[in-house]
């Protein structure tokens, strides 16, 4: 089986993802819905030839050691592409993301305008958050490129993997690999520290160790960009706060009162004709009144904040998803499956509950 084959296809056809499964012909994700392709069932030996094929030495003992990995490939025809390798059985199988050749435009990505507002301030905290698959790289890559463009400093990045390679702009650009140029987040984060970054982005706060390094650098003259695998504004904030031993608690809400700009949390919605997705978004921003509801450990009020900020362009992810229904982008069932209170969408359109 040819790997650059299916590469091929599923930029042909805008594919997110491809999934070698033994047993099913390879499928593409498209639009949010998993399609099988014509060809033959994949079986374990082509799987393995694959990983022989692309994968080096290191990575095949990190497989080993941790039964999965994820890594960057690069095709000069086809672009860069994202690979997992897990074990299902025993036996590898392969899911390869298709990253973004092009930085798209705020715009084009569905982004609201005082997102870029987040990236003008010096140093602190800027958080985007979401399920896997919905944009969260995209959407760092992008803030990244809106400051390499417009200021002149170094920004040092630590992802798994790297997905869009920058180019120098205004800005130095150092970007660096696990298992290719560090060994874990925590490791790298504290190396970053000390190649005098003026920003810097984490593929993933996903540690104590992490998120305590990277509040403390937001602290400390740098705004550092993260993403986290929380579904909301509320449930980031509690996990941060709750990642830490409840005797360093106070001061951890302490330090992220003072450093927070903003969050971003995402969801991709499939469009009503199923052709492509759109993005909804809740999005706070950190006034003083988050601040404070931080500080006193009220997560619980933050939805109220978001409810009421609409002239600093907060919004709450039902909001988000009302305005894309109403404007005939996604379905009503789509909006309803993913709403924080369905409930009051149904009173809303005058739709009983099933």
């Not at 417009?150 to 390679?165: L, N």
């Not at 800005?171 to 925590?186: M, R």
């Amino acid at each position: 089986m040819e790997i650059r084959n299916y590469l091929k296809v599923a930029r042909k056809y805008n594919a997110s993802d491809i999934h070698i499964v033994a047993g099913l012909p390879p499928a593409l994700r498209v639009s949010g819905d998993i399609l099988l392709s014509k060809s033959p069932e994949v079986t374990h030996e082509q799987i393995e030839k694959i990983i022989g094929q692309i994968m080096n030495d290191e990575l095949k003992s990190a497989l080993k050691a941790k039964l999965q990995i994820c890594f960057s490939i690069t095709d000069d025809e086809y672009g860069r592409f994202r690979v997992t390798v897990y074990h299902r059985g025993g036996r590898p199988e392969l899911t390869i993301r298709l990253c973004a050749r092009d930085i798209r435009s705020r715009e084009e990505l569905g982004l609201p305008a005082s997102v870029d507002d987040l990236i003008k301030k010096p140093s602190g905290l800027i958080l985007i958050t979401g399920p896997t698959g919905v944009g969260k790289t995209t959407t760092m890559s992008y803030l990244i490129d809106l400051i390499n463009c417009d200021r002149r400093c170094k920004i040092v990045t630590i992802e798994d993997p790297i997905e869009y390679v920058h180019e120098h702009k205004n800005a130095i650009v150092i970007q660096q690999e696990l298992y290719t140029d560090f060994l874990s987040f925590p490791s790298a984060l504290f190396h970053v520290l000390r190649q005098d970054p003026d920003i810097i982005g984490i593929g993933e706060m996903r540690d104590y160790e992490t998120i305590s390094t990277a509040l403390t650098a937001a602290e400390t003259g740098h705004l550092v960009l993260a993403t986290l695998h929380t579904p909301d504004v509320s449930q980031t904030v509690e996990r941060i706060i709750g990642v830490f031993p409840s005797e360093q608690q106070n001061q951890v809400m302490i330090q992220l009162s003072s450093s927070l700009h903003g969050i971003i949390s995402q969801q991709l919605i499939p469009t009503i004709d199923h052709r492509s997705r759109v993005l909804a978004y809740e999005f706070l921003v950190a006034n003083t009144a988050v601040r404070n509801v931080i500080r006193m450990n009220e997560c619980f009020k933050l939805y109220s904040i978001l409810e009421m900020g609409k002239s600093l362009g907060m919004q709450t992810m039902d909001v988000s998803l009302s305005s894309l229904y109403e404007k005939g982008l996604i379905s009503y069932d789509s909006m309803l499956s993913r709403a924080a209170h369905p409930e009051d969408m149904r009173k809303r359109y005058n739709k009983n509950s099933v």
